[in-house]
């Protein structure tokens, strides 16, 4: 069996509508694009409001590649989303929030970038904000005019870099089996989207693509607004 490329990590609590809302997209999107390459996994943290249904639903109707984990207590966000990884088969990941969306163009290119670069530990990108009420894209967090990669020599290039473009490097595909071994965390010095790519950059090459992956969003069909 080839080993599965992307694993997308969905760390959830009683969001059930914003979940369903999320994988009917992803079962939709991902059919015939690359679904065989692709797994999806969900953390529960213990909802109480047919999230384990939703799940069931995704995975034995629409025939989605998802595994579902229900968590007995909830642990907490940040300790279901590493549970999730921990799971995961991918060769990369990405962590996905039960309410926002993916740009397949971008995470097409972003994985591209990765495979062509063996030493690269993660890629990170800029994100947009997106009503999908009205199907409409709207500001992007942050730009740079080119794609970049750092390695740990080029810890002040790096440094400008990250200040000249205000990048908040907080959205990202990174090695599955790296950050395991690593277990990157947040940390009380600064800001752990300044932290965390310090640490990986100490164990190999770090990309910044131009191109979005990832919307977060702001309306949804039928929902109450974020």
């Given at each position: 069996m080839n080993e599965l490329l992307l694993s997308i990590c969905i760390p959830t609590y009683n969001r059930a509508p914003f979940l369903a809302s999320l994988l009917a997209r992803l079962s939709a999107e991902i059919t015939g694009v690359m679904s065989e390459n692709i797994e999806?996994?969900?953390?529960d943290n213990a909802s109480t409001d047919g999230t384990t249904e939703v799940c069931a639903v995704a995975r034995d109707e629409f025939g989605l590649p998802l595994h579902?984990?229900?968590q007995s207590e909830n642990i907490g966000s940040e300790a279901s989303l590493n549970f999730a990884i921990s799971k995961a088969k991918g060769r990369y990941f990405l962590y996905l929030a039960?309410?926002?969306t993916l740009f397949w163009f971008g995470v097409v290119m972003a994985l591209k970038a990765l495979v062509q670069n063996p030493a690269a530990v993660g890629l990170y990108a800029?994100?947009?904000?997106?009503?999908?009420?009205?199907?409409t894209i709207g500001?992007?967090?942050y730009r740079h005019p080119e794609n970049r990669t750092f390695s740990s020599?080029?810890?002040?290039?790096?440094?400008?870099?990250?200040?000249?473009?205000?990048?908040f490097s907080e959205i990202g595909?990174?090695?599955t089996k790296i950050w395991n071994l690593v277990a990157p965390k947040s940390t009380d010095l600064a800001y752990w989207a300044f932290t965390i790519p310090a640490q990986l950059l100490g164990?190999?090459?770090?990309?910044?693509?131009?191109?979005p992956f990832y919307g977060s969003a702001t309306d949804h069909p039928g929902l109450p607004p974020r």
């Open positions: 999806i996994i969900v953390s579902y984990f229900r039960d309410d926002d800029p994100w947009s904000m997106v009503d999908l009420e009205n199907d500001v992007q967090v020599e080029d810890r002040a290039a790096f440094a400008g870099f990250i200040v000249e473009h205000k990048v595909i990174f090695r164990i190999g090459q770090l990309i910044y693509h131009t191109t």
